[in-house]
């Protein structure tokens, strides 16, 4: 079996988000899609599908487990796609994910480049009623790191994480997670994610940074740049941050520059009466390829 390697919210190789991608998976179990995934070691590995209701089916799996949604898998797995000229004469299709059927757009742009523009689900937040000290150990920080002005809230536009505002760009540099103290901390919901931020960033076109230490259940530890958190922190700072905004917020989010794999993702916040919609860009990058067998023996 192939798995491609496709970094996402990049256009430099080994940069961005690495996605793995199988294309024609209809043939896969769930047991071999999560088995594939294990072995192929990308944070999100996305398999492809028929569908009877949109153009496309993605699943994804991290090594440890499924999720319902990965925002960087989608843009790596559409960009393929178009690079093998699927899709190539649509502006739009649809897919269907656990999450729900969602609009994508592809622009192509000058150069032969392509942006890549996902609908993600409705964004949802929920009250966390942990104990913020605890909170604060376990990703190597204080109490006194965590900004008072701000929420900290579950917060979800297809998959949930525990948004974080940190008051501090430094305090980033020093963050240390031990994800598998995150169940017994987040007790309303034990599988989601952890997703510290602030309003600083390294870069001067970007409006938000934020490092996403991974669920306790999936198997790794950190996602570089994340598709789905980076779209609910564009709800978040429409909702909390900048609330007096009626229409149309658009921002940047940095990510991945503590792991030397900075990647960029364009979010743009629409609010129809008084419910967001959410929306990510980026483009990606062919990495590479890995050839994996299901006996446990790679080719």
Known sequence: MQVYQYDA???????????????????????????????????????????????????????????????????????????????????????????????????????????????QATPDFREFNGSLSELAASIGLTKEDIDDQLPVLYGSTGTWTLLIPIKSLEAFKKMEPKNQLFPSILKEMPRASVHPFCLDAYDASADMHGRHFSSAYSGVVEDPVTGTASGVMGAYYAQFVKPQRKDQLEIVVEQGDEMNKDGRVMVRVINKDEQYEVEISGSAVYVGEKHISLDGKKA
Do not use: W
């Open 9 to 119: 919210f990049s256009n430099t190789p080994n940069k961005g988000n690495p996605a793995g991608v199988v294309f024609r998976a209809d043939g896969l179990s769930e047991k071999e899609m999560q088995e594939t995934a294990n072995k192929a070691g990308f944070n999100e590995t996305a398999f492809l599908l028929k569908s009877e209701n949109a153009d496309l089916r993605i699943r994804y799996f991290s090594p440890g487990t499924e999720m319902d949604l990965c925002g960087h898998a989608t843009v790596a797995s559409i960009y393929a796609l178009f690079a093998r000229n699927e899709f190539a004469e649509q502006k739009s299709i649809l897919i269907e994910t656990k999450a729900g059927i969602l609009p994508i757009y592809i622009q192509a742009l000058p150069g032969g480049d392509v942006q890549i523009t996902m609908q």
